[in-house]
Nanobody, 122 residues
Framework: QLQASGGGLVQAGGSLRLSCVAS????????LAWFRQAPGKEREFVAG????????NYADSVKGRFTLSRDNAKNTVYLQMIGLKPEDTAVYYC?????????????????WGHGTQVTVSS
């Protein structure tokens, strides 16, 4: 089970840190990612990280503003978000995939958290 938290309401330019804690399984065996879904839009890839944490991949829309990291000892993955924009408003989901590479396709992921709402006001 994946439990995401850390969302909230923030003004444009602000920051948030999302956390996703896994229970019942060790995340060391999984690539991890964050996706987001805004109302009326498809779920989109935000960022992903390999099992070892040595490789990360970001959507172009968040590069330079979001940083993904993982702490396998704490079974937790983090998404630090700075310079937030109104277009970042969405429900953010963490996901885990038994793979050695980062995939940007939601259907490839085996496990999903329930999501946490991020709202950025202008």
């Amino acid at each position: 089970q994946l439990q995401a938290s850390g969302g909230g309401l923030v003004q444009a330019g602000g920051s948030l840190r999302l956390s996703c804690v896994a229970s019942g399984r060790a995340i060391v065996y999984y690539a991890l990612a964050w996706f987001r879904q805004a109302p009326g839009k498809e779920r989109e890839f935000v960022a992903g990280i390999t099992r070892s944490g040595t490789v990360t991949n970001y959507a172009d829309s968040v590069k330079g503003r979001f940083t993904l990291s993982r702490d396998n000892a704490k079974n937790t993955v983090y998404l630090q978000m700075i310079g937030l924009k109104p277009e970042d408003t969405a429900v953010y989901y963490c996901a885990a995939d038994v793979t050695v590479v980062i995939t940007t396709t939601p259907a490839d992921y085996d496990y999903w958290g329930h999501g946490t709402q991020v709202t950025v006001s202008s």
